[in-house]
């Protein structure tokens, strides 16, 4: 079961233990995990993790960190679609709200999946959808 969706440096964060995931945020993706349950990665992540490591911003190995994570059994982080379901969705996180595509992918995955997001970002934080952070 998805228990919530990570935003990208939620799930950069966490899967290089970051300090500045916060405790709160860590906590709940280490309960998740030893519940058996998994948070959702938007494909959007996969696609800002590939273009920040391309400007130098993270470590250039960070997609092959997470397609390993993705393959391990005991890992809590999986992939989540990106269909015509969810776009439907999209309409229902405003752009005027969170303008950033991204961003707002993201949410609209936590819409459709009905879970938290897990972010930091106050634009997201600033709407109606349950955050952890």
Same mark, same amino acid.
């Given at each position: &079961? ?5 935003? /990208?440096? /939620?799930?950069?964060? $966490? =899967? $290089? ?6 405790? /709160? +945020?860590? +906590?709940? &993706?280490?309960? !998740? ?12 992540? =996969?696609?800002?993790?590939? $273009? #920040?490591?391309?400007?130098? %911003?993270?470590?250039?190995?960070? #997609?092959?960190?997470?397609? /390993?994570?993705? %393959?391990?059994?005991?890992? !809590? #982080?999986?992939?989540?679609? #990106?269909? =015509? ?7 229902? !996180? ?6 950033? &595509?991204?961003?707002?992918?993201? +949410? ?8 938290? !997001?897990?972010? %930091? ?13």
């Amino acid at each position: &079961m998805i228990a919530a969706v990570a935003d /990208t440096h /939620t799930v950069v964060w $966490y =899967l $290089y233990d970051d300090r500045r995931l916060s405790p /709160t +945020a860590s +906590a709940f &993706m280490d309960r !998740v995990a030893q519940q058996g349950d998994a948070i959702g990665v938007s494909p959007i992540t =996969l696609i800002e993790i590939v $273009y #920040l490591a391309e400007k130098g %911003r993270i470590h250039s190995h960070t #997609l092959t960190s997470i397609a /390993t994570a993705f %393959r391990s059994s005991d890992s !809590v #982080l999986v992939e989540v679609p #990106l269909n =015509l379901d969810l776009a439907q969705v999209l309409h229902q !996180v405003a752009w005027t709200a969170v303008p950033d &595509m991204p961003d707002r992918i993201i +949410a609209a995955t936590a819409l459709y999946f009905r879970v938290p !997001v897990i972010s %930091r970002d106050a634009k997201i934080q600033a709407t109606n959808l349950q955050t952890i952070w």
